[in-house]
Antibody, heavy 123, light 109 residues
């Protein structure tokens, strides 16, 4: 059974940093692109970042480009999101999700999602 | 403001059909056949119900169907059931980014 488990969220002050992790199991992690999607309180889903199956191609939403870095360790079946210079508007529940199709450079359809980890940016 | 435009809410009685629209541009929905739809309930992970415009994951009931005309994608839920009450989000691709709609709340009366 496929599982995705996010961790690393918490309360951080504006300008601070956090590193989110997404531990994957139940599938060949290194064969699938992955994505981070967030949902701010009372708002809709927002794509944050995507990473190809090999980790060679990364993509970012304009709102986080230059502040967030996505990476993966295929040996450890883990996806990461390094978040720097955090702002109040980054407060959200952060989900990781698995691409539907193997060996995509850009994941655009996601068939499995985690339960999310909450990031709160506040002083 | 979301890149794709959805109605804030739609409603229907059990057994009826509802259709949710998702309007983009010629650069996203109008070009790529990656339109997808996700069902999302509070406290749950999003669930893929339609992908590639009109394909349905095997575990999703055939009451869910997708279509597209021009720059607008649509999700139809036929034979509405109480368990279908949730938020629904469309997505598309513009060549560099994955785009989400603002979400539509489906209420079963």
């Amino acid at each position: 059974e496929i599982h995705l488990l996010e961790s690393g969220g918490g309360l951080v002050q504006p300008g601070g940093s956090l590193r989110l992790s997404c531990a994957a199991s139940g599938f060949t992690f290194g064969n699938y692109a992955m994505v981070w999607v967030r949902q701010a309180p009372g708002k809709g889903l927002e794509w944050v970042s995507g990473l190809s199956y090999s980790g060679g191609s990364a993509y970012y939403a304009g709102s986080v480009k230059g502040r967030f870095t996505v990476s993966r360790d295929n040996a450890q079946n883990t996806l990461y999101l390094e978040m720097n210079d955090l702002r109040a508007e980054d407060t959200a529940l952060y989900y990781c999700a698995k691409d539907l199709r193997a060996f995509d450079l850009v994941g655009v359809v996601f068939d499995y999602w985690g339960q999310g980890t909450l990031v709160t940016v506040s002083s | 403001q979301s890149a794709l435009t959805q109605p804030r809410s739609v409603s229907g009685s059990p057994g009826q059909s509802v259709t949710i629209s998702c309007t983009g541009t010629s650069s996203d929905i109008g070009t790529y056949n990656y339109d997808s739809w996700y069902q999302h309930s509070p406290g749950k992970a999003p669930r893929l119900v339609i992908y590639d415009v009109n394909r349905r994951p095997s575990e999703v009931p055939d009451r869910f169907s997708g279509s597209k005309s021009g720059n607008t994608a649509s999700l139809t839920i036929s034979g509405l059931q109480a368990e279908d009450e949730a938020d629904y989000y469309c997505t598309s691709y513009d060549g560099t980014s994955l785009l989400f709609g603002g979400g539509t709340m489906v209420t079963v009366l």
